[in-house]
């Protein structure tokens, strides 16, 4: 039972009259009676009880919360509900036991009822307070103290792409890991928010059970500041499987670089900003198989080293007799896709560049442009390959530019694209 601040208790028994009142039959009669033992209240009473007093009927209090006082194992997922049955809510605080801030909530536009915006921490103890108007001209005061579950499995987040702090390319999606297969997909969906400087519209789409991307519906403007919180702690992923915490993630977006290979006229073009900063003869896949034939369609780059050993053995050539096999160290490679593809200084396809198609499937290129491209990449940034026979799958490495905007907003559990909110 919530106890109210600066109101009479209900249910207490009035105090005994000098005089016993008759029980007498009659409505008119039980009328005056009620009339007569709530006073200038004006508030409905129930009969005579056995001592023939009368008790006035037990009224809402202005405010309710929910969990009511001293609840447990509440399920953080359904979080607290403030709602004032008279009056309106004025200061709404709910914390967790030595928490510094409040949870985030929302009031409602008529000031009648409050909710948290995000599930609470499972296993937590907390302390949830409200003052308001009690619909008389008074004040009121309600507090309820509860504790959430603690639920037999938790899942986390296990990897976020991109990393804090990192400076990322204008084509850079938002990939989030999870540590198990999620079920209720939409509810971790939803406790997914990004912050940006200006607002974006994107969407999320799950790439498989342990995985979901945002990609914007256009690049990233230079400059973009991007925050991801995660309020992932309390949300129900399966029965019985809860989030164990959040996550909290920031990065930037650089300059602005979109490169195209252009595998017919075999050369490169590399614009920043718009502006067209080099262009450079290159050799792609020879083709006449599927393994040497470059993809085609918007790549971005996944990363680089400088060495990268390659070898013949991720199409299953290991023997050294083999005319295929090959084992090599090459310079300022950039990766731009998960089957193997890289722009990669190649000195010994220099003759060929510019002019035909000799490679293994990647981007060969002459060593000082590759050492300049490579120096600087960020990851994220877009590779548009074109004038081949095979397409770039749009699950290979970061193809999920290659995606119309509709399927892309397909893969969402909530069916929707969403709007960032401004940081």
Not at 31 to 44: H, L, P, V, W, Y
Not at 104 to 124: E, F, K, Y
Not at 191 to 214: C, D, K, M, N, Y
């Amino acid at each position: 039972m919530l106890r109210e601040f600066g109101e009479h208790e209900a249910g207490r028994r009035p105090p005994p009259t000098t005089r016993r009142t008759p029980v007498v039959l009659g409505a008119a009669v039980l009328m005056a009676a009620a009339g007569c033992a709530s006073g200038a209240s004006g508030e409905t009473t129930e009969g005579p009880g056995a001592s023939g007093n009368v008790e006035p009927r037990r009224q809402a209090p202005p405010i309710t919360i929910e969990p009511a006082e001293g609840s447990r194992d509440v399920r953080p997922d359904q979080g607290v509900v403030v709602t004032a049955v008279r009056g309106t809510l004025g200061r709404v605080d709910v914390r967790a036991d030595g928490a510094s801030r409040p949870v985030a909530g929302r009031l409602s536009a008529d000031h009648r009822s409050w909710r948290t915006r995000w599930p609470l921490q499972p296993g937590t103890a907390y302390t949830a307070a409200s003052t308001g108007s009690d619909g008389r001209g008074g004040r009121t005061s309600v507090t309820s103290r509860f504790s959430t579950l603690r639920p037999s499995a938790t899942f986390r987040i296990s990897d976020v792409t991109p990393r804090t702090g990192e400076v990322v390319g204008v084509g850079m999606p938002v990939i989030v890991t999870f540590d198990r297969p999620i079920t209720r997909r939409a509810a971790v969906e939803r406790s997914l928010e990004l912050r940006t400087t200006r607002r974006v519209t994107g969407a999320w789409r799950w790439t498989g059970p342990q995985q979901i991307v945002f990609r914007p519906r256009r690049y990233w403007r230079a400059g973009e500041r991007v925050r991801l919180l995660a309020h992932t702690a309390g949300v129900r992923a399966a029965p019985g499987i809860y989030g164990a915490s959040g996550n909290v993630t920031a990065f930037r977006v650089g300059r602005s670089r979109v490169s195209t290979v252009d595998t017919l006229r075999h050369r490169m073009t590399v614009r920043e900003g718009g502006r067209l900063v080099r262009t450079v003869g290159i050799s792609a896949g020879k083709g006449g198989r599927r393994a040497y034939t470059t993809t085609s369609g918007v790549h971005l780059t996944m990363g680089k080293g400088d060495p990268v050993v390659m070898s013949s053995a991720w199409m299953g050539v290991t023997d050294k007799k083999d005319p295929r096999y090959y084992k090599m160290k090459v310079r300022h490679a950039v990766q731009i896709s998960s089957s193997g593809e890289y722009v990669h200084s190649a000195p010994w396809s220099v003759k060929s560049q510019g002019h035909e198609n000799v490679s293994h499937g990647c981007v060969n290129a002459p060593p000082q442009f590759a050492g300049w491209f490579y120096a600087g990449s960020l990851r994220g940034d877009v590779v548009n390959v074109t004038g081949t026979n095979r397409a770039l799958e749009w699950n290979n490495g970061w193809g999920f530019w290659q995606l119309p905007w509709s399927q892309w907003v397909a893969g969402s559990a909530l069916d929707r694209a969403v709007t960032t909110t401004r940081s």
